[in-house]
């Protein structure tokens, strides 16, 4: 048999084992901290890139959308609401029904959309207020055809220019 003492002691020494220390909990908080400021500036850039291809592929709905009721109606459109008896545009509060081209708020509520024209030539052109440098810039010539879209690349020098459709 063991004495008393013996088991006592063997046992406390169990006790003082289980668990972390501090040492190790500070470490593993410190690991964890230099993970997360590594990681999330790349996981926000990529949701900033993936609102700014979403907002792209918009535009390029409205690019056709105006080539298309150039083609049906035979005149070119005016506004928003012109634009929506060929196809919808959609902002935060259903189809976009201004009765000119003045800025709107896609759908998505990040970006706000504006078309310019002179003659032919219509330059739609969208625009974040956080993210000045994300912005997209696309244009389509109904004279030629010729069409385009330009994405920034969220740096300070790399903002979106106006593509060609001379």
């Known amino acids: 048999m063991k004495k008393l003492s013996t088991i006592n002691t063997s046992e406390r020494n169990n006790k003082e084992r289980s668990g972390f220390t501090l040492i190790e909990c500070i470490?593993?908080?410190?690991?964890?901290?230099?993970?997360?400021?590594?990681?999330?500036?790349?996981?926000?850039?990529?949701?900033?890139?993936?609102?700014?291809?979403?907002?792209?592929?918009?535009?390029?709905?409205?690019?056709?959308?105006?080539?298309?009721?150039?083609?049906?109606?035979?005149?070119?459109?005016?506004?928003?609401?012109?634009?929506?008896?060929?196809?919808?545009?959609?902002?935060?509060?259903?189809?976009?029904?201004?009765?000119?081209?003045?800025?709107?708020?896609?759908a998505g509520g990040f970006y706000n959309a504006a078309i310019t024209h002179t003659d032919n030539l219509f330059t739609i052109t969208a625009t974040r207020d956080d993210v000045t440098?994300?912005?997209?810039?696309?244009?389509?010539?109904?004279t030629n055809g010729a069409s385009g879209i330009n994405q920034g690349k969220g740096t300070a020098d790399t903002a979106a220019t106006t593509p060609n459709c001379g």
């Open 27 to 106: 470490a593993t908080v410190a690991i964890v901290g230099i993970l997360s400021s590594i990681a999330l500036p790349n996981y926000m850039n990529q949701v900033n890139r993936t609102r700014q291809n979403e907002t792209a592929s918009v535009i390029s709905q409205i690019q056709t959308t105006i080539a298309a009721y150039a083609d049906e109606f035979g005149v070119l459109p005016t506004s928003w609401a012109d634009l929506n008896n060929t196809n919808a545009i959609m902002t935060e509060n259903g189809p976009a029904t201004s009765s000119n081209f003045s800025a709107i708020n896609l």
């Open 133 to 142: 440098n994300l912005n997209v810039i696309a244009c389509i010539n109904l």
